[in-house]
């Protein structure tokens, strides 16, 4: 087969060798005899392993000992309901800065849950500016507020940790998790669906500060309650056992790439290539984000006439770039970048795009 370059924007490109030691493991994971989807959770193969995976995050992310990590499901969209139930108590005001899709979706999720104050929105400017901090409407006896660093179909992306004083900020990382370095103790909770920068879909990384949670007194299951899935390590039930694997041999992966230092110097120079290619391009691309906000994960672009997306799609599939086709919300283009997609990817998509502005003129 020759080589395939994955753009897609989720589930996305995984590590080739992350995916090559899955296969080499599959029928034989830990001289077990089986693969790691055959095996108990509560055995102790298992339960090593699960350690090591959270040890190796640790490490990467440099997370303070009073934070919990959890191996939770359900996706993101889960955890836009969940988040509320069980950090805000019946009656409390959490603010959203909707910044995007997910923001708004996030908000939407939450709202049975907790009174949804929108602190900030730029779905007047179509989500293709960030609202700046300083326009941020935040209320200091929120329960907690939460945003969306990066924004996956937009395509724009916070570069700073805003400052939100002592009240919990909560970001969905399901985009941008492990692009970079990150100052963990700025945040209350993190949590990222796992299959951008982590590995499969049914699996949630989340990172919480301790104290918030025994936050919520209301009513629940427990299955719903954060301080219940921290207490039985994530396995208050069966968890995404082939997930919670996966994940662990991207960090290995990542560990050995240099860690997220490395792999945030690899990814601005991805992004700048890229971008450089559309400015560059004389107008025959274009990236409609303000250029201070665009994201170094998604990168949505248009052709300067849409009656050629269709050859631009169909060629480019032919060239082995896959998955190029933007979301509906903004038509056109969309390359995503994450970790596994290498400098070699962006190379090949900058020359196939010049290749194509030179033959259809
Ligand atoms: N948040 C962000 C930033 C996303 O990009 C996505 C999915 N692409 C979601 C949330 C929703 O994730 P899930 O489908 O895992 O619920």
Redesign the pocket.
């Known amino acids: 087969m020759s080589q395939v370059w994955n753009f897609s924007?989720?589930p996305a490109a995984l590590p080739p060798p992350v995916l090559e030691r899955a296969q080499r493991e599959l029928l034989d994971w830990n001289g077990s005899g089986a693969s790691v989807m055959e095996q108990s959770h509560r055995g102790k193969r298992f339960i090593a392993m699960a350690e090591r995976v959270e040890a190796d995050l640790r490490e990467l992310l440099a997370i303070p000992a009073d934070y919990a990590v959890l191996f939770l499901q359900g996706?993101?969209?889960?955890h836009f309901a969940q988040i509320p139930m069980n950090l805000a108590g019946e009656g409390d005001s959490a603010d959203y800065v909707v910044n995007g899709h997910?923001g708004a979706k996030a908000a939407g999720e939450a709202a049975p849950y907790v009174r949804v104050n929108v602190a900030a929105s730029s779905q007047a400017d179509n989500y293709l500016r960030l609202p700046p901090r300083e326009s941020w409407q935040l209320d200091p006896r929120a329960a907690y507020v939460h945003y969306?660093p990066?924004?996956?179909i937009h395509g724009v992306e916070y570069h700073d940790v805003p400052v939100v004083g002592d009240v919990p900020l909560v970001a969905?990382m399901?985009?941008n998790i492990l692009s970079e370095p990150l100052d963990v103790s700025r945040f209350g909770l993190i949590y990222a669906?796992a299959?951008k920068n982590i590995g499969p879909?049914g699996l949630v990384l989340m990172i919480v500060r301790r104290d918030l949670l025994e936050r919520s007194s209301r009513p629940m299951a427990r299955i719903f309650r954060y301080a219940e899935h921290a207490a039985a390590a994530s396995m208050l039930n069966t968890p995404n056992t082939w997930g919670w694997y996966l994940a662990g041999l991207t960090f290995e992966w990542l560990k050995e790439q240099g860690g997220v230092a490395a792999m945030g110097e690899r990814n601005r120079a991805k992004a700048e290539k890229l971008y450089a290619a559309i400015d560059g391009s004389g107008g025959y691309y274009r990236n409609p984000v303000d250029p201070a906000a665009r994201s170094r994960m998604n990168v949505p672009f248009t052709l300067h006439d849409s009656a050629l997306d269709a050859d631009f799609l169909k060629e480019s599939e032919a060239a082995g770039l896959m998955a190029l086709k933007g979301h509906k919300a903004l038509g056109g283009m969309r390359a995503s970048l994450y970790n596994a997609v290498p400098l070699a990817a962006v190379d090949a998509l900058v020359a196939f795009m010049g290749d194509f502005a030179r033959r259809h003129g």
């Open positions: 924007a989720g996706g993101a969209t889960q997910w969306t990066n924004e996956t969905d399901s985009s669906g299959q879909s």
